[in-house]
T-cell receptor, first 116, second 116 residues
Framework: ETGVTQSPTHLIKTRGQQVTLRCSSQ?????VSWYQQALGQGPQFIFQ???????GRGNFPPRFSGLQFPNYSSELNVNALELDDSALYLC???????????????FGPGTRLTVL | AQKVTQAQTEISVVEKEDVTLDCVYE???????LFWYKQPPSGELVFLIR??????QNEISGRYSWNFQKSTSSFNFTITASQVVDSAVYFC?????????????FGKGTTLSVSS
């Protein structure tokens, strides 16, 4: 069984640029969530994708957008990067059965984004 | 509002000591789930346990045990006979219902340092 993978591992961008982060779900999972973890803080929910549609969103501006593909992999796009976007971005996959909640989320190793 | 509070920012113990990590939560939901995750220095979040709000039985898994008390909205985590490998940041998380499935609301984490 392949776990959740993310690419790239590290990324350095400058303010105003755009970035795309990628995530491959664990085999058999159909839901992908993205979280932002600033230094010394807990992860904060950005959004979740299920059946290729956004299923819920946290308190993040529209310049944070995403996609889920038919193979359940996902992308997180951030436009007009700001210094405060510097963080560890975590992707988590899970298996959602019907509309039941509480499904365990399995996390990837994260992408460390630095905005200069 | 959904909220998780981990009042202990850092805890230092010597190997073989028992240690308890506290977690207090707030939720408006009648059905919810609580989680604990471990984040070692590598950065990847490792799932430890999920607890349904209707199941208040304590759980033990090897050296780990969890005490869920709905009356005090607490879900505490105890490590018995701690080891150096237990050194990590530990996060408590609460489920938040989405259109389908759930997002995780994390506390700020407790950094546990176990010395030999």
């Amino acid at each position: 069984e392949t776990g959740v993978t993310q690419s790239p591992t590290h990324l350095i961008k400058t303010r105003g640029q755009q970035v795309t982060l990628r995530c491959s779900s664990q085999s058999g999972h159909n839901t992908v969530s993205w979280y932002q973890q600033a230094l010394g803080q807990g992860p904060q929910f950005i959004f979740q994708y299920y059946r290729e549609e956004e299923n819920g969103r946290g308190n993040f501006p529209p310049r944070f957008s995403g996609l889920q593909f038919p193979n359940y992999s996902s992308e997180l796009n951030v436009n007009a990067l700001e210094l405060d976007d510097s963080a560890l971005y975590l992707c988590a996959s899970s298996l959602l059965k019907g509309l039941a909640g509480g499904n365990e989320q399995f996390f990837g190793p994260g992408t460390r984004l630095t905005v200069l | 509002a959904q909220k998780v509070t981990q009042a202990q920012t850092e805890i230092s113990v010597v190997e073989k000591e028992d240690v308890t990590l506290d977690c207090v939560y707030e939720t408006r939901d009648t059905t919810y789930y609580l989680f604990w995750y471990k984040q070692p220095p590598s950065g990847e979040l490792v799932f430890l346990i999920r607890r349904n709000s209707f199941d208040e039985q304590n759980e033990i898994s090897g050296r780990y045990s969890w005490n869920f008390q709905k009356s005090t909205s607490s879900f505490n985590f105890t490590i018995t006979a701690s080891q150096v490998v237990d050194s990590a940041v530990y996060f408590c998380a609460l489920s938040e219902v989405l259109q389908a499935g759930t997002a995780l609301i994390f506390g700020k984490g407790t950094t546990l340092s176990v010395s030999s």
